[in-house]
């Protein structure tokens, strides 16, 4: 134990969580906890102790990094630590800043007195990683605040500053001004006036109404938790904390749905998506402290859909934009959608009048370059032709000031290209938005060959003050989600020509999880769109095979929903997709016409070819350098293309399944028409003869 652990203040020992970044309570700091407990209460001369984290929290929780590992286990594991403080026979005081989270929650209810700061966020969030607090949360939670705002607490996993807790047994003092102060203050008084030990767990839980409001808290909870189990699994623990002949049953009845959550597959998948998130925003040759250039103003050029989308999202955050277009007309339209978009969050009551106005006063639309001068980010959004890009770009490297940053929101162009029509491509980069921008999470961040550190550092800041998750991706046809969707896409349509229609696919995937099927989506997205890309690139690359249905539609004027008619009809001002008999016998014809007999497909195959095609190409990816880890791949996929979260994205999703599963699967479909799509990446090979995951 350093001495900065452990600190005597006349009779109060002071014992400080001391383990950066947000003191996780790891296997080292829990024995630090006890020998310090224990220490207080040997030495005779103390008469209190304060607990209280150093940094910026008291507690993050538990450590997850250690989850599956024996270290979770070791003693003094979280049950003993908790467990040994509230047998303590000094009082214990909690004093609670930043957050107290989870396993630090749990720790400070099981403390005779907690002290906090009004703004120190206060959360039980296990439910987020697809695990129930198992340390006591839920039956110490309940006893403190009552069952339904615990119980809504627990569920949603959500924050709530301790200041609007301050007059529930959960807290015993608010601190104004020094904390640990304000703390060793209430200490002495606990000692002076011998306010006797406080035990949560003595509390009684009266609610004579219980089971009405756990039924309607089950009916509630169960659609909107769909697959993931944890959610209901709290509700049961709460239940016991009411219904239990002792605090003692409770904790079992905790512990035992808190040890098969933590091994389901969905809470490895959500945990997957915790670190995942993070790590994405790590650029390995980026160091940490990489000096950022300042960004105060941004510009947009092209105030179409995605234009306008991209404005939004730094008016949002408080940053002027100015809009450029090349007409009138067509900047007055697309400053009017974003006015409309605010005035519905504002009808909604999403938006107060005072943010309607001040985002609205944040933007600046102009029909000239020269009022782009003074931008330090400036974002092209035109339109998705090379010639069009070359134009703008020479634009900008004119009028642009020097160190500004250029960047590009081409979703399959060369960005290199782009770079070179100017001359500073150290400064070009490419912000990939998904459409519709100001809502989807995903920005691929396309890092050219010449692209400087600095720009990359200051990108993935920028990301995280508009709430993105960016995700870094090399130059490639497509980056790393369209490319990877190509793959996808062709396996689609190759299952119409062999025996699928556009439904059965779609519900195969759709059941699996994920939130469209590529019908569906295409139709939303516009199968024009699709078909000017595949004509671009098949043309490149015409060694590539791929099924001619979906041209076959598109000549048919079948674009999608926004001409009532794609791989599905639709009905006037309705979104809901009708299979369609015109497009079932065409694609049964072209079948025919292929010399092909069609098949009976399982939905297993379906998922398989689908989900696989993605992996493959994800390996390809890594292995070419141009997606930097394998969790990368996955926040693509799960914040930017649907797929479910409870799978963890594709590559987690192989290693669940297992690699040589995956790879025998892909020799299978090898075998099969058109095998030529399935070539095993060489790294899912190595990586399974090894007996290894990709995460
Ligand atoms: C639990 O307690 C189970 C118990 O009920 C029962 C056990 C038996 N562990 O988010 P940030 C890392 S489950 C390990 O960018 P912020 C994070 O990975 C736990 N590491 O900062 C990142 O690392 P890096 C219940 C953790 O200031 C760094 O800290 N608790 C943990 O924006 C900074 O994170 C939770 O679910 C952890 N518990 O937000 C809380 N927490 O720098 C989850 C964070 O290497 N954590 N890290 O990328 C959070 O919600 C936020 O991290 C927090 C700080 C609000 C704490």
């Not at 219904?243 to 998948?269: C, N, Y």
């Amino acid at each position: 134990m350093c001495a900065s652990e452990y600190q005597v203040h006349g009779e109060v020992a002071v014992i400080t969580l001391d383990n950066p970044p947000v003191n996780g309570l790891g296997l080292a700091l829990r024995s630090t906890i006890t020998s310090a407990v224990t220490r207080a209460n040997d030495d005779k001369g103390i008469k209190a102790i304060v607990l209280i984290g150093a940094g910026k929290a008291f507690s993050g929780g538990a450590d997850i990094t250690e989850f599956g590992k024996p270290s979770a286990l070791a003693e003094p594991n979280l049950h003993t630590v908790i467990n040994f403080v509230e047998a303590s026979d000094k009082p214990v005081i909690a004093a609670i800043h930043g957050v107290a989270m989870g396993g630090g929650l749990e720790l400070a209810l099981a403390c005779h007195f907690r002290v906090a700061v009004a703004d120190a966020k206060i959360a039980l969030p296990e439910v987020k990683l697809g695990i129930l607090p198992g340390a006591g949360g839920t039956q110490r939670l309940p006893r403190v605040i009552g069952v339904e705002a615990a119980l809504n607490m627990i569920v949603s996993g959500t924050e709530v500053p301790a200041g609007e807790l301050a007059k529930t047994a959960l807290f015993d003092q608010m601190i104004s001004g020094d904390l640990l102060q304000g703390a060793l203050a209430f200490a002495r008084t606990v000692v002076s006036e011998k306010h006797p030990l406080k035990l949560v767990r003595d509390i009684r839980i009266d609610y004579p109404n219980h089971q009405a409001f756990l039924q309607f808290a089950r009916n509630m909870v169960k659609p909107v938790a769909g697959p993931f189990p944890a959610p209901l699994k709290c509700i049961d623990a709460i239940a016991a904390a009411i219904t239990s002949r002792s605090f003692d049953e409770g904790i079992k009845v905790e512990r035992e749905a808190f040890l098969h959550l933590v091994q389901t597959p969905e809470s490895r998948a959500l945990r997957h998506f915790f670190f995942g998130e993070r790590a994405a925003s790590k650029i390995a040759d980026v160091p940490a402290d990489t000096p950022l250039r300042k960004i105060e103003k941004v510009a947009v050029i092209g105030a179409g859909t995605m234009g306008g989308g991209i404005s939004m999202n730094f008016l949002n955050a408080g940053i002027p934009v100015t809009i450029l277009e090349t007409k009138q007309e067509m900047l007055d339209k697309g400053v009017a959608t974003i006015r409309k978009n605010y005035e519905s969050s504002l009808k909604k009551g999403k938006l107060t009048q005072e943010k309607f106005e001040s985002r609205m006063g944040l933007l600046k639309p102009t029909l000239s370059y020269e009022d782009l001068q003074d931008a330090d980010l400036i974002i092209e959004a035109v339109f998705e032709e090379i010639g069009v890009k070359q134009q703008v770009f020479q634009k900008l490297d004119a009028v642009a000031k020097p160190g500004a940053i250029l960047a590009s929101n081409t979703s399959t162009l060369d960005l290199n290209l782009i770079a070179n029509f100017t001359k500073r491509p150290q400064d070009v980069v490419g912000l990939h938005f998904f459409s519709p921008a100001n809502i989807m999470k995903l920005l691929e961040v396309v890092r050219g060959t010449a692209t400087a550190k600095d720009v990359m550092a200051t990108v993935m800041q920028t990301a995280k003050k508009i709430k993105k998750t960016a995700v870094v991706s090399g130059v490639c046809d497509g980056f790393i989600g369209n490319r990877m969707i190509n793959q996808y896409s062709r396996q689609a349509g190759f299952l119409l020509e062999e025996g699928c229609l556009p439904q059965q696919v779609d519900q195969a995937i759709e059941k699996f999880g994920f939130a469209m099927g590529p019908f569906r989506m295409i139709d939303m997205a516009g199968n024009d769109i699709s078909w000017a890309i595949r004509k671009r690139h098949y043309q490149e690359c015409p060694e590539i095979t791929y099924s001619k249905t979906a041209d076959l539609l598109c000549e048919l004027g079948r674009f999608g929903q926004k001409v009532g008619a794609g791989w599905y009809d639709y009905k006037p001002g309705d979104r809901s997709a009708h299979p369609s008999q015109l497009v079932n016998d065409m694609v049964i014809k072209h079948s025919a016409d292929l010399g092909i007999t069609r098949r009976k497909i399982s939905d297993q195959e379906i998922v398989e070819r689908l989900v696989y095609a993605l992996t493959n190409e994800g390996a390809c990816l890594l292995e070419e350098g141009i997606a930097q880890r394998a969790s990368d791949i996955d926040m693509v996929y799960l914040t930017g293309y649907g797929f479910p979260l409870h799978r963890g994205g594709p590559m987690l999703y192989a290693d669940i399944i297992g690699l040589p599963n995956v790879l025998n699967a892909i020799r299978k479909y090898a075998k099969g028409h058109h095998g030529e799509c399935w070539q095993a990446a060489p790294l899912l090979a190595k990586l399974a003869a090894e007996g290894k995951t990709f995460n």
